[in-house]
């Protein structure tokens, strides 16, 4: 079973820097396979990449994911207000089976 | 893009069940994975199993093995997890994804 940990809990910017965010998995994740989902208060996750660094349809291309292996980053260039939220990475497949990290939480400073 | 449409919340007690529905739309629903996860309050996701409905047999994660079934009706494009046994830990908000997509989430609070 594969496990995801991610880091920091807790990263607390200003508006307009750049947040670095971790997913490490206990064992090797096919690049094809990764997602990072955004969610806020009271909604649903919200797919911002997948296959580790493809950016969903709709997502601002300050939002960027890279890594392959165990260690992957979701990186927001500039943080916009709105882009205050929990930060999820998930492994998935053509299975049912999902595993997701246990968020990072992005907050204002 | 399909999208998804599930029940609404429910207040249950201790030691009832609880079924919740995904309803599918804009999408080939048979042949892609549905999966069920739940946030409790505070925490995080948590994957409790899946369904891939043209297969029509589900896998469960260990924890939740023995007290959630998960089943799906083609001919309505609907899912279902019926979790049993209910105590106040299973308090949370149920999602159903069918990746990309998720459902607007489902509040199941189970209180005496």
Do not use: H
């Not at chain 2, 629903?29 to 369904?51: D, H, K, N, T």
């Not at chain 2, 029509?56 to 998960?70: D, L, S």
């Amino acid at each position: 079973e594969i496990v995801l940990t991610q880091s920091p809990g807790t990263l607390s910017l200003s508006p307009g820097e750049r947040a670095t965010l971790s997913c490490r998995a206990s064992q090797s994740v096919s690049s094809s396979y990764l997602a990072w989902y955004q969610q806020k208060p009271g909604q649903a996750p919200r797919l911002l990449i997948y296959g580790a660094s493809s950016r969903a349809t709709g997502i601002p291309d300050r939002f960027s994911g890279s890594g392959s292996g165990t260690d992957f980053t979701l990186t927001i260039s500039r943080l916009e207000p709105e882009d205050f939220a929990v930060y999820y990475c998930q492994q998935y497949g053509s299975s049912p089976e999902l595993t997701f990290g246990g968020g990072t939480k992005v907050e204002i400073k | 893009q399909v999208q998804l449409v599930q029940s609404g919340a429910e207040v249950k007690k201790p030691g009832s069940s609880v079924k919740v529905s995904c309803k599918a739309s804009g999408g080939t629903f048979s042949s892609y994975a549905i999966s069920w996860v739940r946030q409790a309050p505070g925490q995080g996701l948590e994957w409790m199993g899946g369904i891939i409905p043209i297969f029509g047999t589900a896998n469960y994660a260990q924890k939740f093995q023995g007290r959630v079934t998960i089943t799906a009706d083609e001919s309505t494009s609907t899912a279902y997890m019926e979790l049993s046994s209910l105590r106040s830990e299973d308090t949370a908000v149920y999602y159903c994804a069918s990746l990309p997509a998720w459902g607007q989430g489902t509040l199941v609070t189970v209180s005496s």
